[in-house]
Nanobody, 116 residues
Framework: QVQLVESGGGLVQAGGSLRLSCKASRSIFSIGTMGWYRQAPGKQRELVARITSGGSTTYADSVKGRFTISRDNAKNTVDLQMNSLKPEDTAVYYC??????????WGQGTQVTVAS
């Protein structure tokens, strides 16, 4: 079992920055891939970024060059640095963990609102 708790969401003006953090209840050293997803009202949940245990990253085309995902195995955290935010980035952002045994866990989500 892994509990994931997100923090760092809020309201920001377009062009601003936010940093989201996801803290796991146990060591993430053995968790294969961790990621951030988002869901806007009326839309499906979509991948924002993910990072493997080896540090390989994947980004949605819409956030490439603006968002950076990182993981700190010592602190059991995965962060998402979001720069140059746009109104279309407004969504609930969810942390996700896929363990080496293919168990999937989700956080409760944190709201990000970008005002134009």
């Amino acid at each position: 079992q892994v509990q994931l708790v997100e923090s760092g969401g809020g309201l920001v003006q377009a062009g601003g920055s936010l940093r989201l953090s996801c803290k796991a209840s146990r060591s993430i050293f053995s968790i294969g891939t961790m990621g951030w997803y988002r869901q806007a009202p009326g839309k499906q949940r979509e991948l924002v970024a993910r990072i493997t245990s080896g540090g390989s990253t994947t980004y949605a085309d819409s956030v490439k060059g603006r968002f950076t995902i990182s993981r700190d195995n010592a602190k059991n955290t995965v962060d998402l640095q979001m720069n140059s935010l746009k109104p279309e980035d407004t969504a609930v952002y969810y942390c996700n963990a896929l363990t080496l045994t293919l168990a999937l866990y989700w956080g409760q989500g944190t709201q990000v609102t970008v005002a134009s």
